[in-house]
T-cell receptor, first 113, second 112 residues
């Protein structure tokens, strides 16, 4: 089946630290991969995406590379800010006789000043 | 302003009552989705619709019902058969595989 596994949180970092949130997936066919971010009490917003192997998605200093050989899409940022504190969701979109997006469990990030 | 509008933001329901959550979009997207989010949990798919007058059950459809009479509207009814309805409900829309899902701001349902 199709699924997404991401590292459990919470992740607590100091401002300007390096961030990695791991994400691996299983999928039939060729999924598109996404990272979404959720701020408290709000819906999800797209952070970045990649639609084929070796593509790198990037936005607001975050980046992730679609690695087909390791079925991974790890999120990284070189220097986090307090404003990056949120929940991050890895997701895949796949056509299974109808397309839908499947989400990981989410990883909560706390950034301390 | 284009996007997904969910209403109300907060909703309280007495046990044994049905309640309907509204989701409207002006993005002209074919596909719409309902997810449930519990505290500290990921998103679980309740129902989805690829096209008007058609919808499919997701992973946790029991105790819920939907309709898709218009492209822009996908209301979710939480019935009295749903044993644990207190949660945060998110509606989303997308154009197809490989495209991002646009989310509403969510409705927080509490059973009192």
């Amino acid at each position: 089946g199709n699924s997404v596994t991401q590292m459990e949180g919470p992740v607590t970092l100091s401002e300007e630290a390096f961030l990695t949130i791991n994400c691996t997936y299983t999928a039939t066919g060729y999924p598109s991969l996404f990272w979404y971010v959720q701020y408290p009490g709000e819906g999800l917003q797209l952070l970045l995406k990649a639609t084929k192997a070796d593509d790198k998605g990037s936005n607001k200093g975050f980046e992730a590379t679609y690695r087909k050989e390791t079925t991974s899409f790890h999120l990284e940022k070189g220097s986090v800010q307090v404003s990056d504190s949120a929940v991050y969701f890895c997701a895949l979109s796949v056509n299974t006789g109808g397309f839908k997006t499947i989400f990981g469990a989410g990883t909560r990030l706390f950034v301390k000043a | 302003d284009g996007g997904i509008t969910q209403s109300p933001k907060y909703l309280f329901r007495k046990e044994g009552q049905n309640v309907t959550l509204s989701c409207e979009q002006n993005l002209n997207h074919d596909a719409m989705y309902w997810y449930r989010q519990d505290p500290g949990q990921g998103l679980r798919l309740i129902y989805y619709s690829q096209i008007v007058n058609d919808f499919q059950k997701g992973d946790i459809a029991e105790g819920y019902s939907v309709s898709r009479e218009k492209k822009e509207s996908f209301p979710l009814t939480v019935t009295s058969a749903q044993k644990n309805p207190t949660a945060f409900y998110l509606c989303a829309a997308a154009t197809g595989v490989g495209t991002e899902a646009f989310f509403g701001q969510g409705t927080r349902l509490t059973v009192v």
